[in-house]
């Protein structure tokens, strides 16, 4: 948790991570004139509401038209501002893609995108609504930063760390009902991972939601004796690659794992490094195998694509048995 | 506001001026969107010599009137404009379109001084500008921002999502210029996607309309002196009937020359053809 808030690490067990997002941005914007908070029709959803009621000038409310909204946010930010802009994860990508790449990211920009409701956390919204591209279109952006914090205290540093960054950052939020992963202070650096278990046998790299899902696993193994790395990689671009090297240097086996398309996300972006770094380490990724997801409650959800604790715990001894 | 004859002369004088590089640079280039870069001289010519307030020694002047190309490919007419008020020297164009050249096709805000924002896409500059027109009001500033879209372009869906915001932001700093050229690539924009009747559909959006003859310099410069005041709530569209290709006999109303390449024999031909229309003094 940053310091100087009215609130505190042991208010966040009560905050969901879009609330978080909606209290930090309140303050800072108090404190820093130049920030500007862009939504679609969806500030009681997405708690940029809570900026609204403290900056009711610099809220905009574009109603539901995100391409005009994000070209809009490169306007201010020419023009000095710093814009965060926040609609749902699958519209931020998908539908304003070439927005966010044309006008903001080409230019080099510092338009802050945040995204909520990113992969399945939309449940039965279904697959209209679930965001399982997002990270693979975002880290094809040249210019852009990508982060994907693991819970609302992460999400807190990342929106404080935000601020002065030079360029265009993408911050990938969920629905907000994430567990806690970080209950006392931590560092935040952005394209540091943060190594939140240490282990010998096996090195588990996660981000967002996945994180929690993948120390709960590793705590079950190791009841069985199998010492597991939990790797938060909050950070997928740019990748914290010594690290990941690191850890295959001294676990061997990797898995990653991810609320995305198995395709071109954090899976895709270990993978590169791996091969390119002539790592021949046994790795798998776990995540949506390249299928539309099905409708049903997250947790539902998770439980099927495998990445909830029980997926993620037998992930790991496939990828250990090797088969 | 009355504005002299010798006034309305030297812009006249300026306009043929812009229309020979325009031409010149078609060879170095190897080619260009001649017939867009030719219907929106005599707007760009307005705004920049008579007009807008800037200072292209520093191009970031807060108080600077802004000029987003929302019709990027227009780029060919802008670029000798800004190297003629100061904001680079003419030869840097030299190389247009070539290897690591600042300047190609569409204009980029990083690599050209003087130019507002990247543009390219079409139907992305006036979202942009209701930005840059928020940012405007925030600051209280008493500027204007100019957007020059063309009459294809308003095809695209995202144009009017900003027409539609600017009214609701209540942003009289902003100004949409239209250059109605009635062709956009394939053809006239009636046969390809219509979009009359235009001026009611702006009005409709909540939009000061006002319709003018694009190449009449002293309809331009009225337009331009009869814009409500940057802190006025009301935005404001000019429609501006142009020619597309204006100036040269072949070009004029040829969807063909949207874009096009000239030799130099050619082009040498068309510049005496430009020439002619040089004002008498008065």
Known sequence: ??????????????????????????????????????????????????????????????????????????????????????????????????????????????????????????GNGGTTHHATEDIAIMRSMANMTVLVPADANECAKAVVESIDYSGPIYIRLGRGAEPIVYKTDFPF?????????????????????????????????????????????????????????????????????????????????????????????????????????????????????????EGVYRAIKALILNN | ??????????????????????????????????????????????????????DPKNPRWPERDRFILSKGHGALCLCPVLADVGFYPEELMNNFNGLDSPFG?????????????????????????????IAGKLDHGNWRIFCLLGDGELNEGMVWEAAMAASHFKLGNLVAIVDRNKFSLDGPTEEVMSLEPLAEKWKAFGWNVMEIDGHNMREILQALHSLPSPDSEKPTCIIAHTIKGKGVSFMENRAEWHYGGLDENKAAEVIRELEMAYPKEA
Do not use: W
Request: hydrophobic share 40%; proline share 3%.
């Open chain 1, 1 to 122: 948790m940053p310091q100087g808030f009215t609130f505190n690490v042991f208010d966040v067990d009560r905050f969901a991570t879009r609330e978080m997002y909606g209290k930090v941005l309140a303050e800072l914007g108090q404190r820093n004139k130049n920030i500007v908070v862009l939504t679609a029709d969806l500030m009681r959803s997405n708690k940029t509401g809570d900026f609204a009621k403290v900056c009711p000038d610099r809220f905009f409310n574009f109603g539901i038209a995100e391409q005009n909204m994000m070209a809009a946010a490169a306007g201010l930010a020419v023009n000095g501002k710093i814009p965060y802009v926040s609609t749902y994860a699958v519209f931020a990508s998908l539908r304003c893609a070439e927005q966010v790449r044309t006008d903001i990211a080409y230019p080099k920009l510092n338009v802050r995108i945040v995204s909520s409701h990113s992969g399945l956390s939309m």
């Open chain 1, 189 to 309: 650096r952005i394209g540091k991972a943060n190594i939140v278990r240490e282990g010998k046998d096996v090195s588990v790299i996660a981000c967002g939601i996945c994180v929690m899902a993948s120390i709960k696993a590793a705590r079950k193994l190791e009841q069985e004796g199998i010492s597991v790395r939990i790797i938060d990689m909050h950070t997928i671009k740019p990748l914290d690659k010594e690290t990941i090297v690191q850890a295959a240097q001294e676990t061997g086996n990797i898995l990653t794992v991810e609320e995305h398309n198995i395709i071109g996300g954090l899976g895709s972006a270990v993978a590169e490094v791996l091969a390119e770094e002539h790592l021949n380490v046994r790795f798998r990724r776990l995540g949506i195998p390249d299928i539309y997801s099905t409708i049903g409650q997250p947790d539902d959800l998770y439980h099927r694509y495998g990445l909830d604790e």
């Open chain 2, 1 to 54: 506001m009355e504005i002299s004859e010798k006034e309305i002369i030297r812009l006249q004088k300026k306009a043929v001026d812009i229309r020979k590089k325009i031409i010149e640079l078609t060879v170095i280039a190897g080619g260009g969107h001649l017939g867009g870069a030719l219907s929106m001289t005599d707007i760009v010519v307005a705004l920049y010599y008579h007009f807008m307030k800037y």
């Open chain 2, 105 to 133: 096709m569409h204009p980029d805000m990083n690599k050209i001084p003087g130019i507002e924002m990247s543009t390219g896409s079409l139907g992305h500059g006036l979202s942009v500008s209701v930005g840059a027109a």
